[in-house]
């Protein structure tokens, strides 16, 4: 089955800098790659996605970039604010039914 | 922006005894699922549900744990005797399509404690 690296599993940085979140997969068939943000006591919320036929996506501060051959996609933050601090976790499909998710990162965000 | 709902927040269960845990996914939703966090480790699958039956379940979903539509809104896991290890955060989650089409949500949760 589908096997999800993540580093690093904490990440402190200044606010305003950047902070940047990898993971690696295992399934060459996986073709959607989300990223969710799980503030304490919530559920997993959704802030991009990408699926394999793009290499790069972004949304104003948020942007994803994916590495079919190598296996790697990785989250880009910049201009991080005290809202940005929680953990976040990136998944791949393994098929049509089921995500496999990294073991998160708890990004702490430095005012 | 429609979200999926879960009942209750939290629960607190004896070792043994039956729970179920319940979900409203969103309306136009076909694909549902069930996923579980035990405290600080990651989200892990348990079973996706479509056209009325299991499409795929995990290991972690053995003869204890079951799900059903009962109809057309809600979407319910139970778990028949509940042991310490159940112990977890559940998460339910739809989706329009299946995960390569379309975004999958999550629910706010539902923190099980088993004492």
């Known amino acids: 089955g589908e096997n999800v690296e993540q580093h690093p599993s904490t990440l402190s940085v200044q606010e305003g800098d950047s902070a940047v979140i990898k993971c690696t997969y295992s399934?060459?068939?996986?073709?959607?790659f989300p990223w969710y943000k799980q503030e304490l006591g919530k559920g997993p919320q959704l802030i991009i996605d990408?699926?394999?036929?793009?290499g790069e996506k972004k949304d104003q501060r948020i942007a994803v970039t994916l590495n079919k051959t190598a296996k790697h996609f990785s989250l880009h933050i910049t201009e991080t604010q005290p809202e940005d601090s929680a953990v976040y976790f990136c998944?791949?499909?393994?098929?049509?039914?089921?995500?496999?998710f990294g073991a998160g990162t708890t990004v702490t965000v430095r005012a | 922006e429609p979200e999926v709902t879960q009942t209750p927040s939290h629960q607190v269960t004896q070792m043994g005894q039956e729970v179920i845990l319940r979900c409203v996914p969103i309306?136009?939703?076909?694909?549902f699922y069930w996923y579980r966090q035990i405290l600080g480790q990651k989200v892990e699958f348990l079973v996706s549900?479509?056209?009325?039956?299991?499409?795929?379940k995990s290991e972690i979903f053995d003869d204890q744990f079951s799900v059903e539509r009962p109809d057309g809104s809600n979407f319910t896991l139970k778990i028949r005797s509940t042991k310490l290890e159940d112990s977890a955060m559940y998460f339910c989650?739809?989706?329009?399509?299946?995960?390569?089409?379309?975004?999958?949500?999550f629910g706010e949760g539902s923190w099980l404690t088993v004492v």
């Open positions: 549900f479509y056209n009325n039956e299991i499409s795929e």
């Open positions: 309306s136009n939703h076909l694909y």
């Open positions: 998944a791949a499909n393994s098929n049509d039914y089921k995500l496999s």
């Open positions: 990408i699926r394999s036929n793009v």
């Open positions: 989650a739809s989706s329009r399509t299946g995960t390569t089409g379309n975004t999958i949500y």
């Open positions: 399934d060459s068939a996986s073709n959607y």
